[in-house]
């Protein structure tokens, strides 16, 4: 409990400190005569904005209820990418960790896939389903299905042979093999990619809305820019980045609960 509050503390510190280090950068002026014969701010409020005007901002847009429908727009199209691209990997993964031969046929396909640029596939995927929120559900599938897909395949391909051995002496069917053998053997490879999974299914939604939508916090974040807003730009950025928190922490949280059996990592005096 209490490496838990000293590394709570310490993460917030760091925030505060980069904070403190914004706030003064935007609203002090410096004077360096050998850069500048005018004192100037380190970090121009124009390009950076200020700290308390974003808070103040962010504040305001949850307070009127302005952001809300854009953020469950959001909310909605990560949900859904994460959820089918994640499950899309770990039985992709298991299906060719279990099969060698389809694994061998499909696996230059598979990279030449993952290679493709995702930007690239927004227009095409808005082109197919419309400028909806399942152009922008596909582009986040892209960036989760392979984060998880190689993780699942990597951890069911990394089973000890000797436990395989002595469970297969056993006698257990394929069923039992998988669910006490090869499933636990995945699952941590798996949580510690669809810790990484989570952002990426943002991220494909924001760039969706991004590049063709009416609603979303992308959507406002590049009506911002259009109008050298970067207090409205700045403040879609904490957004994004304060619920991809919370839902990496639902994350953890279930990753806790499934693998109990864990060994406690060890600590450093």
């Not at 899309?88 to 099969?99: D, E, T």
């Not at 939604?205 to 979303?216: H, K, N």
């Amino acid at each position: 409990m209490r490496n838990r509050l000293t590394l709570f503390t310490l993460q917030v510190l760091v925030a505060v400190v980069l904070i403190a280090i914004w706030h003064f950068g935007s609203t002090v002026k410096v004077s360096i005569p050998a850069l500048s014969p005018k004192p100037f701010y380190p970090l121009d409020p124009f390009f950076f904005s200020t700290p308390l005007a974003v808070f103040d901002r962010t504040f305001k847009d949850f307070y009127t209820g302005v952001i809300w429908y854009h953020l469950g727009i959001t909310l909605l199209e990560t949900m859904l990418a994460f959820a089918i691209g994640a499950l899309g990997g770990v039985l992709v993964g298991f299906w060719f960790a279990r099969k060698a031969v389809i694994a061998a046929v499909f696996d230059p396909y598979v990279k030449m896939a993952n290679a493709l640029p995702r930007v690239v596939l927004a227009p095409i995927f808005a082109l197919w389903l419309g400028l909806g929120i399942w152009s922008k559900v596909a582009l986040g599938v892209t960036l989760v299905f392979f984060i998880v897909f190689f993780n699942v395949y990597q951890g069911v391909k990394e089973v000890s042979p000797t436990l395989l051995a002595n469970a297969r002496m056993l006698g257990m069917s394929e069923r039992q093999l998988m669910r006490n053998v090869f499933w636990p053997s995945a699952l941590t490879w798996m949580f510690s990619s669809l810790h990484t999974a989570v952002g990426f299914a943002l991220v494909g939604a924001v760039v969706g809305e991004y590049l063709g939508s009416a609603a979303g916090l992308g959507y406002r974040i590049h009506q911002a820019e259009g109008v050298f807003d970067v207090t409205g730009v700045f403040s879609g950025m904490l957004v994004l980045s304060i619920f991809v928190i919370i839902i990496d922490t639902l994350v953890s949280a279930i990753e806790n609960r499934l693998l109990v059996w864990r060994p406690a990592p060890a600590t450093q005096a």
